[in-house]
């Protein structure tokens, strides 16, 4: 019998706790916090689908080696779920790391601390902001995968993952377009059925959702791949 939601999220935040600790041991005096974000921090993590978003925040920063070394030791802890760890990082002052817009309000308003030395301030992103951000790298390349989902003639099982996502992202990217927060799936299609939107299949985004909590196989929704191009354009149409 596979593992339940409860109990890959118990291992993914034990392996976060380890990272943590690993951190600490190498930075010193550097470190200032280590944090759960995403599912699990505000809850909706699955079994199958979720990543393990953590984020780490040091007085001045980290280099490649430093990322190199966390993700080596992340596959010797937990080789099956290590795949799925997303690190976020910032500087004290937020100046450099990975912190994308959507992810650094998620630290601001949902992060889980592990350990703390001293919560940093990020500068809140306002909608324009997280709209320029939208528009930009994001978007760019979810209609690519969309495009390329929409011509092919079989899925292949490594892709199971991206498919799904890439089913489920309109509705993410049209909530917090329009609210400019950070929500999950569940919030962002709740949403979107209290507010209709043009254009959107929500039909297909219903299907997406179930079969991410059912943690099932995508290949049910093959069948639907012809209908991401319109997805693509209901969330272009809402950009303008």
């Not at 200032?32 to 809850?43: D, E, I, K, Q, T």
């Not at 997303?86 to 790391?97: N, P, Q, R, Y």
């Amino acid at each position: 019998m596979s593992d339940s939601d409860e109990e890959v999220r118990d291992a993914a935040i034990e392996l976060a706790k380890q990272l943590c600790r690993s951190s600490m041991g190498r930075l010193g005096n550097e470190f200032l916090g280590f944090y759960l974000l995403g599912s699990l921090a505000h809850g909706g993590f699955n079994r199958r689908y979720s990543d393990i978003d953590v984020a780490l925040i040091t007085e001045y920063g980290v280099d490649e080696a430093f990322l190199e070394v966390i993700k080596a030791e992340a596959e010797a802890i937990a080789p099956d779920l290590a795949y799925r760890v997303s690190l976020f990082w910032a500087d004290s002052e937020f100046s450099k790391g990975r912190f994308p817009p959507l992810d650094r309000l998620d630290y601001m308003e949902h992060a889980v601390a592990l350990e703390e030395v001293e919560k940093v301030a990020a500068p809140k992103p306002n909608l324009e902001e997280i709209q320029t951000y939208l528009r930009g790298a994001p978007f760019e390349q979810w209609a690519e995968r969309g495009t390329m989902f929409s011509t092919q003639s079989a899925l292949d099982p490594d892709d199971w993952k991206s498919y799904l996502k890439t089913h489920l992202y309109p509705a993410r990217f049209a909530f917090s377009w329009i609210t400019g927060q950070i929500g999950s799936n569940d919030t962002a299609l709740e949403y979107l059925h209290d507010h209709p939107l043009a254009g959107f299949d929500m039909n297909l985004l219903d299907r997406a959702l179930a079969c991410r909590h059912a943690a099932a196989d995508p290949d049910i929704l093959f069948n639907d791949r012809m209908s991401l191009p319109a997805q693509y354009q209901a969330c272009a149409h809402l950009m303008t």
